[in-house]
């Protein structure tokens, strides 16, 4: 079986399809998800994708974190739904991992997940505190407001509504209802 991860820049014929796998997924308009792929480079951002004997079945993001320069974030991992529970999530991640490690030069991945946390602690992915993904200065880039004594942290991601984005609950023992992860390469 052939099996292959490169940028999608670097296979442009993939756009579409791309596009669409990852917005039956999370739905976005087709002009911003195109948009979004099309911004991947040799540095950051940039859509990795799996291809199996000449079809598109997988993608991840990574993204620059502008506060932690060693570091990236990875989004938006997606594997086509008939080809789920195979080992091809995995391969899209370790394959990410060393793109990660050997190209990039990075040392350590972030991600945030609500629901996928058996799939990451798998590949070694270790819980950690919240990160900002955004703006230069960590947490303090975040905005933080309070409502009913919870609070309230905006952050904005590839698939978050595009305005305005949703906010991210904090319960009361500090934790975010998603949860962020680290893996050091
Ligand atoms: N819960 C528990 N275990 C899981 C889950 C899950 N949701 N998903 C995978 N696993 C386990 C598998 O059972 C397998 O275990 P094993 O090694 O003991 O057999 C192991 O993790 C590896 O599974 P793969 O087959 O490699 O995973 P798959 O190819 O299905 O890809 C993925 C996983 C990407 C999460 C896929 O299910 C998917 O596309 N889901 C929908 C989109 C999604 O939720 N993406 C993650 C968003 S978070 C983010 O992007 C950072």
Redesign the pocket.
Known sequence: MTLSVVPIHKQPQFLRACCDLVNS?WKRSDTARLRSLESSCDHLPVSLILIKEGSLI?H?KLSIIPSIKEGCF????????D???????????KEAEKYCKNFLHLKVIY??????????H??GYEECAPISIYGSFGVSSQVKSFKDNKCVKKVVSENAPMAPPLPVHINNSGNSLKTYMRKEL
């Open positions: 997924e997988g991840l990875v989004e938006s991992v997606v594997i086509k739904q080809h789920r529970g195979q080992g091809y999530g995995t391969v899209l991640m991600l945030s997940t609500k629901g996928q946390e058996k799939f990451y798998k590949l």
